[in-house]
């Protein structure tokens, strides 16, 4: 994989996230905030971001539990490079994305982790975050030169990435491991590490959706599994009751599964 040019711009206006995520453009903090917390609206980052080519894609909030939160309450938006595309093998070509979570109820920074956008099934990874150095940004004293600043580091450290997933793409793997990786990776997905899951269904999670993810090497296996996981609709047996696992909606647990599964499928690097 290499990094090269390429123009498929999904890229948000201000008025298409101000409508999906109206959170962002908060005028004011929660007033449980303390006289010194400064506000920060998140749009004011997202539209340097953008000066710095970094264009918004997608956004999310959480679910407001109290009327004290509503309007505060933490979110997300997923920014893509258009000049930073992963060029792969046959066509299964990546994007770097980065996902900014902020909150303006005092309790967060603004944290950017590293994405990758897999084109090829339009899947949403979530690299862990030690691999490309994921950063925080305080909102007193936030500038917008400390963002640029940041923001280069960060790109300073994609060879790293690029070189694990070259290992994954160029490593193969057997029918038996891939059903060990199904099985940790069942196992994140809820969140007990005793649980044993049937073959059956330690089969479906190893079978691709589509014909571009055929193939035994380590980086589809890891894209195929990671898809039913995330996607769910599949059976799966909880104690005597068969149960029907369901979409990860939730963005807090979609980045958290996918950081482990991301660290997982290092694990199986040789």
């Given at each position: 994989m290499m990094y090269t040019n390429d123009k498929e711009n999904p890229a948000l206006s201000l008025d298409e996230l101000k409508e999906i995520c109206p959170v962002i453009f908060a005028e004011q903090p929660s007033n449980d905030v303390s006289d010194k917390y400064t506000h920060i609206p998140t749009?004011?980052?997202?539209?340097?971001m953008m000066q710095l080519g970094w264009d918004p894609i997608n956004a999310q909030q959480v679910k407001a539990r109290k009327n004290a939160t509503r309007g505060f309450q933490k979110h997300v938006v997923v920014f893509r490079n258009e000049n930073l595309?992963?060029?792969?093998?046959?066509?299964?070509?990546?994007?770097?994305?980065?996902l900014l979570t902020n909150s303006h109820d005092g309790k967060n920074s603004f944290?950017?982790?590293?994405?990758?956008?897999?084109?090829?099934?339009?899947?949403?990874?979530?690299?862990k975050s030690t691999d490309m150095g994921s950063?925080?940004?305080r909102h007193m004293g936030y500038t917008f030169e400390e963002l640029q600043t940041?923001?280069?580091?960060?790109?300073?450290?994609?060879?790293?990435?690029?070189?694990?997933?070259?290992?994954?793409v160029n490593q193969t793997i057997s029918v038996e491991a891939a059903k060990k990786l199904a099985q940790r990776a069942l196992q994140v997905r809820f969140n007990d590490e005793n649980?044993?899951?049937?073959?059956?269904?330690?089969?479906q999670m190893i079978t691709p959706v589509r014909v571009e993810d055929e193939?035994?090497?380590?980086?589809?296996?890891?894209?195929?599994?990671?898809?039913r996981i995330i996607e769910g609709d599949f059976q799966y047996k909880s104690g005597s009751k068969m149960?029907?696992?369901?979409?990860?909606?939730n963005f807090q647990q979609d980045m958290k599964v996918n950081q482990q599964l991301w660290e997982l499928a290092e694990e199986f690097v040789n």
């Amino acid at each position: 994989m290499m990094y090269t040019n390429d123009k498929e711009n999904p890229a948000l206006s201000l008025d298409e996230l101000k409508e999906i995520c109206p959170v962002i453009f908060a005028e004011q903090p929660s007033n449980d905030v303390s006289d010194k917390y400064t506000h920060i609206p998140t749009n004011r980052v997202v539209e340097d971001m953008m000066q710095l080519g970094w264009d918004p894609i997608n956004a999310q909030q959480v679910k407001a539990r109290k009327n004290a939160t509503r309007g505060f309450q933490k979110h997300v938006v997923v920014f893509r490079n258009e000049n930073l595309l992963i060029k792969g093998k046959d066509g299964d070509d990546s994007y770097v994305q980065l996902l900014l979570t902020n909150s303006h109820d005092g309790k967060n920074s603004f944290k950017f982790e590293a994405g990758i956008f897999r084109l090829v099934c339009s899947n949403g990874l979530v690299v862990k975050s030690t691999d490309m150095g994921s950063f925080k940004l305080r909102h007193m004293g936030y500038t917008f030169e400390e963002l640029q600043t940041q923001l280069n580091e960060f790109v300073s450290n994609l060879d790293g990435v690029v070189e694990k997933m070259n290992k994954m793409v160029n490593q193969t793997i057997s029918v038996e491991a891939a059903k060990k990786l199904a099985q940790r990776a069942l196992q994140v997905r809820f969140n007990d590490e005793n649980e044993k899951f049937d073959d059956e269904l330690l089969t479906q999670m190893i079978t691709p959706v589509r014909v571009e993810d055929e193939g035994d090497s380590l980086w589809k296996t890891f894209n195929v599994i990671q898809e039913r996981i995330i996607e769910g609709d599949f059976q799966y047996k909880s104690g005597s009751k068969m149960r029907k696992a369901r979409k990860i909606k939730n963005f807090q647990q979609d980045m958290k599964v996918n950081q482990q599964l991301w660290e997982l499928a290092e694990e199986f690097v040789n």
